[in-house]
């Protein structure tokens, strides 16, 4: 598996530029790989040294290793469903959008939160920049 979002985005619409949307998808399908592994350690990789990040605890954090520490936290079971990922891209290398997700806990107990994200090719890898998650109304479908 390729795990660069950039190269992922080239390989999969050769001939048409991204308008962010590709990278976006692609980043967050690592993020969501890693999440439902459990892998702190590579959640926290997808994150720029100086990432700005609200999750959903009320702490504001800076910093991948605070976001390390932020993952390693959540618990074991827990799993992500992505939807309704949009983007634009702000500049050839600064992608900003927005995307439904769905936490899953381990009990079957539904979080759905809207994120949003820009990330910033940097040193020919797309990192996540700034983070905010937004805990949206629970719905009541379980």
């Given at each position: ?32 790989a ?22 959903l ?42 995307a439904?997700?769905?936490f ?26 700034s983070?905010?998650a ?9």
């Amino acid at each position: 598996m390729n795990n660069n979002p950039d190269q992922q985005a080239k390989s999969s619409s050769p001939s048409t530029p991204d308008q962010g949307g590709t990278t976006l998808h692609a980043l967050l399908g690592l993020w969501q790989a890693a999440f439902d592994n459990h892998d702190a350690e590579a959640i926290a990789g997808l994150f720029a040294p100086d990432v700005l990040f609200q999750g959903l605890a009320p702490t504001l954090l800076s910093g991948r290793d605070a976001v390390l520490n932020y993952y390693r936290r959540v618990p074991a079971g827990t799993s992500a469903l992505i939807e309704d990922i949009e983007a634009i891209s702000l500049t050839p290398d600064i992608v900003s959008g927005h995307a439904k997700v769905t936490f899953v806990e381990a009990d079957r107990r539904l979080r759905p939160v809207c994120l949003s994200i820009t990330a910033q090719k940097l040193t020919g890898q797309w990192l996540i920049k700034s983070y905010h998650a937004s805990a949206l109304p629970d719905d009541g479908k379980a």
